[in-house]
T-cell receptor, first 110, second 116 residues
Framework: AQSVTQLDSQVPVFEEAPVELRCNYS??????LFWYVQYPNQGLQLLLKYLSGSTLVKGINGFEAEFNKSQTSFHLRKPSVHISDTAEYFCAVVAQKLVFGQGTRLTINP | DTGVSQNPRHKITKRGQNVTFRCDPISEHNRLYWYRQTLGQGPEFLTYFQNEAQLEKSRLLSDRFSAERPKGSFSTLEIQRTEQGDSAMYLC??????????????FGPGTRLTVL
């Protein structure tokens, strides 16, 4: 069975600072990993995905994530955040259906 | 391509009433998924369809819940005899999947259900 653990429920950072949102997964089959972002009262928008190939994946809005098989991690990073990045971020693993983590609320302080 | 749409966006109902939600997937997407998201939690899988066939149902989908996708296009999710614990955001997603290859699921804006 697949599962995802997001290690931080909330991450406050200052504008223009770097950020890392942590995600660890557990899977007994091939691993396909996603990061989605959810703005208030909206559905989920895909940030980036890892299906195969290069372990460093670049997504929209300047985000990137690195797949680390030995550490079973898929942490999301951005070198400089903006106020508009304030949202809930979800890591997910998939085998047919998506299995989501609990989410990390990113709060950007000016 | 207008994206996944869901109606209504908000629904307030009294306990014991039936409600029905609709999801229109991205055209030509053969898979359609329903998820439920409660406050402060990640979405949880409910069920999914490939074309008109319902291929998997979660244990979360009690017998009060029923989902259909009669023509392999739009889908409906009905909750009978609603309970306060059904209050949540119901999310629909669709994907174009063939030969077992994993593809991205695109989400709609969700339907927020409040049961009084």
């Amino acid at each position: 069975a697949q599962s995802v653990t997001q290690l931080d429920s909330q991450v406050p950072v200052f504008e223009e600072a770097p950020v890392e949102l942590r995600c660890n997964y557990s899977s007994s089959v091939s691993v396909y990993l996603f990061w989605y972002v959810q703005y208030p009262n909206q559905g989920l928008q895909l940030l980036l995905k890892y299906l195969s190939g290069s372990t460093l994946v670049k997504g929209i809005n300047g985000f990137e994530a690195e797949f680390n098989k030995s550490q079973t991690s898929f942490h999301l990073r951005k070198p400089s955040v903006h106020i508009s990045d304030t949202a809930e971020y979800f890591c997910a693993v998939v085998a047919q259906k998506l299995v989501f983590g609990q989410g990390t609320r990113l709060t950007i302080n000016p | 391509d207008t994206g996944v749409s869901q109606n209504p966006r908000h629904k307030i109902t009294k306990r014991g009433q039936n409600v029905t939600f609709r999801c229109d997937p991205i055209s030509e997407h053969n898979r359609l998924y329903w998820y439920r998201q409660t406050l402060g939690q990640g979405p949880e899988f409910l069920t999914y369809f490939q074309n008109e066939a319902q291929l998997e149902k979660s244990r979360l989908l009690s017998d009060r819940f029923s989902a259909e996708r009669p023509k392999g296009s739009f889908s409906t999710l009905e909750i009978q005899r609603t309970e306060q614990g059904d209050s949540a955001m119901y999310l629909c997603a669709s994907s174009r999947t063939s030969g077992g290859v994993i593809d991205t699921q695109y989400f709609g804006p969700g339907t927020r259900l409040t049961v009084l």
